[in-house]
């Protein structure tokens, strides 16, 4: 069996001290001791996604956080937009609907991003917006957002800017409060470099203004007693059991990435990302994001090989999982995630590993040009040779 | 600092091999290798719970679990009866009340438990019930509910019986399908011996037909959504991303179940439950359940005993930490845990610290008489030495 290389955008390598620390025996949660390592995770977060809002920790998926953002800041019958480029921003919408809230939907074709100025006339368009419901990394296409332009363009007027972050806060630059960002919603198994269970939102005050409108469809996805919990007078805690061996671990994640800073993360993630295109393109491979992340690269297969056949030999010559493409994208794309403990070898690993693969398949490569380019940008030199 | 000897009914003590478990490095989930650990989960989880039906696996705490119950049973406008004996039953109107459910509460004293008489009167006064939600082990007050009996009155009826048996399953005999329990909750961070973060439901044919009829108020917690992805195709699955390190965390807690077998893991608590009765006794302290679970035991702190203080003092001084009363209880009783890995020796180490820090402060007691009478009971023999 081949050496394991997990090169998902989620679930993601976790490191070693997160691991061992979540294999220690269970302590008590409702101790001084929790508590604890509870407020050092809670700045952790604050410091990876820049803000000064209240970070709340949620035991759940990613799914789990968008319907508590989705529930607690519109009421039923409210009126929200929902900026539909991917399967994800996608699900923004059936949630609304499952909770009787209009979505008015704003789909682009897969692949493509949202215009922050299809942004602002939407918003002219419905002033009872309550809140504009996005994705900083559409994970499902390698989309990457302008959250930055959106946020300024949502802030002028009195909805809230709810962005789903869950694999793109800390695998690019997010600058919530900057942004005007009210609602961030963030999973672990990300760039967090934590096993899946724990989901975070960061919420700013005009979202809690709105929040407090209304008794909201919620109990266990309650905000405001999540709020309660993490200002108490005995420490931060949660108001339902958390699962504190995640949290645990998660606090070994954000000590490293703490140590090397966010903006060096981020900086990583961005020459992985041009590495990892000038390999794919050096290949003749066309990157399927018109606006790519910086996370993650989403790639088109080319005419003549089968999707679905590459992507099980690529894992059982090399070992190396790459995730195919989901609903509509099955077997037309294949998704390469460059964040957490990603590094350059892996990169240049990963793209030797396709071009062997493809020249298996019978499609024409020149081995080594991938690599060579993916060197090249990593080295600060242009990616062609010839130039 | 001492050595630390956790005793509370959740979290418990998680074995070594879960542990280790969960600290391998983490692999993809739409994978045939997670499926096949979650298959062998989901036998596992029939297995303790007895039953038949479907179980499906949340990603949550336990409340999330009860809200998924409620919500999918009970649409907006429709009526539960809440038998309330203690905070974890007085949830279940608290969740319905959030979401629009009339709660017809029956609540006894804490400490007391629901008389199946009163529920067969509550049924015949509202006829028009979708569903009891009751409680196994009450584990704020130590009371085990007669789960059968009241199941027999129920299964007369068109109303469902959903039982919270979040810390009670696997503590205690629990026959899932043979006590006509439609909707049953369950918690991972109890007698199931793994950290918290994964809630498990098993769900009856009569429930299904009641869920098919509305469209819940849940979309995370949308129970046919789980259905769905346990009978996929490809093998079982979940619909969001699960907590999967705590799975396969839990895959291994549950083989070391498996190979002690059910009804010794519930004659094993039972004994501890009159072992810990005889000793709190024999100490002259009175157990505050009137009907006791055999999972746990609550004790009544003796005249002049400032709680708080002792049992800081008992964790300072020996490690043990033992869970205090809630809300009304606070300083009242003090609970005790005995499922999962607690052993003979640790309810008799643990009622000596207790008859040793009793005695630092105090209260009058024959020093050893706690830890005799204990071992008697262990040994088969009478309590009372004397008889």
Known sequence: ?????????????????????????????????????????????????????DVLVLTSSGTGAMEAAVVNVAPRGSKVIVLESGVFSRRWAQISERFGIQAVRHAVPWGQAIEPADVERLLAEHPDTVAVLGTLMESSTGV???????GEM???????????????AGAMQCLTDRWHIDVLVVGSQKALMTPPGLA????????????????????????????????????????????????????????????????AVWANSALLARATRAGVQAMGLEVFAARPAEGMTAVRFP???????????????????????????????????????VDELDIIATLAAIELVLDEMGHAVTLGTAAAAASRVIQGKPADADK
Not at 4 to 22: C, H, I, W, Y
Not at 154 to 167: H, Q, R
Not at 214 to 241: E, M, N, V
């Open 1 to 53: 069996m081949p050496k394991r290389r997990l090169m998902t955008p989620g679930p993601t390598q976790v490191p070693e001290p997160a691991r061992l620390a979540m294999a220690r025996q269970v302590i008590h949660h409702r101790t001084p001791e929790f508590r604890a390592v509870f407020a050092e995770v809670l700045l952790g977060l604050k410091y990876v996604f820049q803000t000064e809002n």
């Open 144 to 150: 990457g957002h302008d959250v930055q332009a959106i």
């Open 154 to 168: 949502v802030a002028k007027t009195d909805a809230l800017w709810v962005v789903d972050a869950i694999s793109g």
């Open 200 to 263: 975070f939102l960061a919420v700013s005050d005009k979202a809690w203004r709105q929040v407090e409108r209304a008794t909201p469809q919620a109990f266990y996805f309650d905000l405001k007693f999540h709020r309660d919990k993490i200002h108490g007078a005995a420490g931060s805690d949660t108001p339902w059991t958390p699962a504190h061996t995640l949290i645990a671990g998660l606090g070994e994640s954000l000590k490293q990435i703490r140590a090397e800073g966010i903006e």
């Open 303 to 341: 005419a003549g090989i089968d999707g679905k056949a590459f992507l099980k030999r690529l894992e059982a010559r090399f070992g190396v999982k790459l995730a195919g493409g989901q609903l509509e994208l099955d077997g037309q794309i294949f998704r390469l995630a460059h964040f957490g403990l």
